[in-house]
């Protein structure tokens, strides 16, 4: 793989916090090859983040950079888009700051279906505060606060923003780095609200109680598991139990509402 | 001086107005009595000059979309009221301790709680200045009329810009709904846009040398905004010296701007024995008093209403406790800012609540009966 393009990096705040074997690196390292892709002016680049370790990566990005509370990357996101429609958003989450305490702003923002890039690093856990369970951890995993295993059900979160109105919806993950950068490249250049879950490993706060190994182990995991969605179309169910949807699950032309409004106003925004 | 025309309006419209004159170009919302005519009536006005209008699904997505906003360059505001004044407190935290612009009107009701929705108080004093958490600085203002409202929330918007400070202007349910006329000067006034225009070289968004102006997202200046606490270039820090300076940082602008932030009047008797410090609607009812006792009748009493009770206006109640032996505090709550009048009077003038907490306004009658008390 070439080298990470440094202008894009902020290296003097390296080395970064993340735990030996965690994926947010690889995740980090996707977004910023995906947005070289794009061909965006680093200019209009905006990362916009919530709370958790994921969302730390914001400060190792050179671009303007805005990292905020917890669970309202979307809303701090919503406003400036909207005040700004020309800049493209790069929105990065948790599992527990998407889904939990920011799962208002996340359906609100996929029923606006404005343009922000939602990129959710889903390593099913609170990794941050040391290893509770979020609404991704699979029913039965454990946590700290989940020490005999979670009997509560995971959200689908790719269905619940299609419900919600989303029109672009993909999963990737950090074993497979190089499909990863593609669904981002393919996010930011769909116009709308664009969902990409990243499956993302945490071998310490997650792997470690569950007893999944190492993080190659975990890798290795995510890797068999994952079948894309082209292959899944022949697949049965018994075949697809266990196993990971990956790919564009989702692609929906629908009016964005950033210009949806400006259009309204009779402005154009271009 | 351009010509000034009168129009009859609500004190929740001219919030509105007032903002819209002062540059306002985006709101951000949730509906909430007493305040929705401040949401309704940007709603209307903001498309038909090129702004933002938006409603939110939660309050507290409209103080962070209202932050957003800020940050893209946009003059911003929102309203609500004390529930959802409530919900926007940890995002106010976020602006003040990232220094983003930004004002917020709370249109006071009944609390705690869902309480009486549509009727007054004065319960949010203590909520407005300790509402976030840890040490902050904050500014409130609160004014006693519908012409207070528009002027007021106008010196809001512009200190908010100028001090990367967030302000707030707390309104009661009286002063929200009541009409009176406000006289607007006629012609458009000028309001620079934020650009990246004129920024120095060496630029920081949280100069150590003191403040430096916002520079919005999208011009090419990569900077960090966050909540941690972080070094003048916006990136987290954990360092003693540097949380310590950084704390420093965010007080002392609103100790050097004091007294362009601290606005007071004084009506009445040079010399009174009784004095009252009131603020938001019941200034009206102090008025009321002072005409009487004082302009018909020569009696020793005086009024100091409070526009701006955050910062506490505390070199005003020094120096009337020097002169007055009583003064008088009423307040629609169960006494929030007596306890500061009584700190700064220092022993020296003899401080009496008059409180209110049955959603009735504090009428000029009670307000004379304490006065002759003392006289």
Redesign the interface.
């Known amino acids: 793989m070439e080298q990470l393009t440094q202008d894009f990096l902020r290296t003097k705040?390296l080395p970064h916090i993340w735990c030996p074997g965690c994926g947010n690196g690889i995740v980090t390292a996707a977004l910023v090859r995906a947005i070289e892709r794009t061909g965006f002016d680093?200019?209009?680049v905006?990362i916009?983040s919530g709370i958790g370790c994921s969302s730390r990566a914001?400060?190792y990005l050179?671009?303007?950079?805005?990292?905020?509370?917890h669970g309202?990357a979307l809303?701090?996101?919503?406003?400036?888009?909207?005040?700004?429609p020309?800049?493209k958003l790069f929105v990065i989450m948790g599992d527990g700051d998407c889904s939990a305490i920011g799962g208002?702003?996340f359906i609100?923002s996929a029923r606006r279906n404005i343009d922000l890039n939602a990129i959710i690093v889903n390593n099913h856990i609170y990794g941050m505060t040391g290893g509770q369970h979020s609404p991704l951890t699979p029913a039965g995993k454990k946590a700290t606060t989940a020490p005999r295993g979670t009997l509560e059900r995971a959200f689908d979160l790719l269905e619940l923003a299609r419900g919600a109105g989303a029109t672009f919806g993909a999963r990737g993950n950090a074993a497979q780095p190089r499909q990863l950068e593609q669904l981002i490249v393919r996010a930011a250049r769909h116009r709308g609200f664009s969902v990409v879950e990243a499956l993302s490993p945490c071998p310490i706060a997650y792997g470690r109680r569950n007893k999944l190994g190492s993080a190659v182990d975990m890798l290795r995991d995510m890797k068999e598991r994952s079948v894309s969605v082209e292959r899944a179309a022949d697949m049965d169910e018994a075949e697809l139990e266990e196993r990971t949807l990956n790919g564009v699950l989702y692609s929906i032309e629908a009016p964005e509402f950033a210009e949806a409004?400006y259009q309204?106003?009779g402005?154009d925004i271009g | 001086m351009p010509e000034a025309k009168p129009v009859l309006m609500q004190g929740n419209e001219a919030c509105a107005v007032g903002a819209i004159n002062a540059g306002v170009r985006f709101y951000a919302g949730y509906p909430i009595t007493p305040s929705t005519e401040v949401a309704e009536q940007m709603a209307a006005m903001l498309p038909e000059i090129g702004g933002v209008f938006i409603q939110m699904e939660d309050e507290i997505a409209s103080m962070a979309a209202v932050i957003g906003a800020s940050i893209g360059g946009m003059r911003t505001l929102t309203a609500t009221s004390g529930p959802g004044f409530s919900l926007k407190q940890e995002n106010l935290g976020y602006a003040i301790m990232a220094e983003i612009p930004c004002v917020v009107i709370n249109v006071q009701r009944m609390g705690p709680s869902t309480g009486v929705p549509t009727a007054p108080a004065q319960g949010d004093v203590m909520q407005a200045r300790w509402g976030t958490h840890g040490d902050h600085p904050i500014i409130v203002f609160s004014p006693a009329s519908v012409y207070e409202s528009y002027y007021l929330t106008i010196a809001a918007v512009n200190l908010s810009q100028k001090l990367r400070q967030p302000v707030i202007v707390l309104l009661d349910e009286v002063i929200g709904h009541m009409r009176e006329k406000v006289l607007i000067p006629e012609g458009k006034l000028m309001v620079e846009k934020t650009s990246d225009k004129q920024v120095p070289h060496d630029w920081k968004p949280y100069d150590d040398k003191g403040l430096t102006p916002l520079v919005p997202f999208g011009f090419g200046h990569y900077y960090h905004v966050t909540g941690l606490f972080h070094d003048q270039y916006g990136f987290p820090t954990g360092d003693p010296m540097q949380v310590e300076r950084a704390l420093d940082r965010i007080h002392e602008k609103l100790v050097k701007y004091r007294d362009e932030i601290i606005l007071t009047n004084y009506i009445g008797h040079k010399e009174p024995r009784v004095a009252i410090v009131t603020y938001g609607c019941t200034v009206r009812s102090a008025r009321a008093v002072v005409k009487k006792a004082y302009w018909q009748n020569r009696l020793p009493v005086g009024l100091l209403s409070l526009q701006t009770i955050w910062p506490f206006p505390e070199k005003e109640i020094e120096a009337l406790a020097k002169q007055a032996d009583v003064i008088i505090v009423p307040e629609m709550n169960m006494g929030q800012l007596v306890g500061e009048v009584e700190r700064f009077a220092r022993g020296e003038a003899k401080v009496v609540p008059l409180n209110r907490y049955d959603g009735e306004m504090i009428n000029p009658d009670q307000i004379s009966e304490e006065v002759g008390r003392w006289l």
């Open positions: 705040k680093q200019k209009d905006v916009v914001a400060g050179n671009f303007n950079t805005l990292h905020t509370t309202r809303s701090f996101a919503t406003g400036l888009k909207m005040a700004r020309e800049l208002n702003h609100h409004y309204s106003i402005k």
